[in-house]
């Protein structure tokens, strides 16, 4: 099993606190990984990988949202993808899903509304950092909520997966279920 | 990449001079700012030593914003808020770093504060892990001595002792037996950072108070001198 994990940073200073503690993480759990900036991915990048994890990015990062042509090869692989924090709003974005202003910064509890292979903890609580949050969905169902937003979300038809918390900080299992039970 | 002024959050202790410190290799570090709480019991902030900020910033030529904190939780919001208003006004400073390793509730308040104001806020020590970090300070030639402690088994023995292997083997240790934070994020043990490669002086205390009760103490630094490098 091949992991890539996309990095959207802008700042490689940004890199030590959205990439690294996931490279960290997922390399004490013998996983093997390659991490790649979103504008250095190649065709073999994702030919080579199974799973593919986008990392967040700071608050004040929006780079990468301003042409996300890159993420049309990872869409068209076929492979699952795992959105984290700004990961998942470049994916709804990509879908053209409505995200709203609203800003989530620091611990809130999540509901379970649908069950799903990251998580079955109907209620838990995570760390957000995060601008933006999607109010309707039409490609995607809605996983977990943060009182009526959505919060996790799942593309209806393919393996693509969006968390708009960190779970790295308080939800390391929701990350290792997606690369063991994802497909 | 554009190169970006910098505050940084600066506690004089071993974390925020870490952050700096690879804050340095990628952005340019205007200035620090430290809040002094009027009180011990502050929620954010370290305590023991703080007065010892300002030598700190000379030693590394940098120039410091000390802002008064009550140690209240809202009012050292505010506090904050003031302290990098001033950054930006006086540096022009576009973002902040911090020495927040695995606090939310540090995280979150800094990250608030910093996007009502529209600064990037950086935290390099995210998540990293804590023997990891111990072991990056000694090996990149920090001295850092420990100014307080306030958890089992921490005691007496280890005030103003300087954070060597040895001292690492022993944190760890407790670590394992005791699952005790060696990083000291909660309070378990506070530091004072005496050298560490960016500074241009080195730190050396000519005069010092180590006061223990219960199952907690603080190593006072009364009295030290900037020595050239």
Known sequence: MRLLLVNLCSDPLSELEFVRPLEQNLRRHKIDLCTKHYTKITCEDVKSSNKVIICGAALKDTEFLKDLSWFTSLNESGKPILGIGSGSQAIMKFFNEELIDEMRIGMFKVTLVKENKLTDRKSFYAYFLTKKIVKTAIFFEILAKIEEAACMVKHKHKEIYGCFFHPEVMNPEIILNFILKAS | ?229
């Open chain 2, 1 to 229: 990449m554009i190169l970006m002024r910098l505050g940084a959050l600066f506690s004089g202790g071993k974390d925020s001079c870490l952050a700096i410190h690879k804050a340095w290799k990628i952005h340019e570090i205007s200035c620090l700012i430290s809040l002094i709480p009027k009180c011990e019991e502050s929620y954010m902030f370290h305590f023991p030593n703080i007065w010892v900020t300002k030598f700190q910033a000379k030693a590394m030529n940098l120039p410091i914003i000390q802002v008064e904190t009550s140690g209240r939780k809202d009012e050292e919001l505010e506090d904050l808020t003031g302290a990098l208003k001033l950054a930006v006004e006086r540096f022009g400073i576009r973002g902040i770093v911090t020495g927040a390793i695995r606090s939310t509730y540090q995280a979150s308040r800094i990250q608030k504060v910093c996007n009502k104001l529209g600064l990037w806020c950086f935290n390099p020590l995210w998540l990293r892990d804590q023997v990891e970090l111990l072991n990056e300070l000694v090996n990149e030639g920090f001295k850092v001595v420990v100014s307080s402690v306030s958890a089992y088994p921490l005691d007496e023995s280890f005030l103003g002792k300087v954070i060597n292997e040895d001292i690492v083997r022993r944190l760890v240790d407790f670590w394992r037996k005791y699952d005790l934070n060696v990083a000291g994020e909660g309070g378990e043990m506070e530091t004072t950072v005496l050298d560490a490669p960016l500074f241009k002086k080195r730190i050396e205390i000519t005069d010092y108070e180590i006061q223990y009760r219960g199952n907690s103490g603080i190593f006072k630094i009364k009295g030290l001198r900037l020595i050239d490098k």
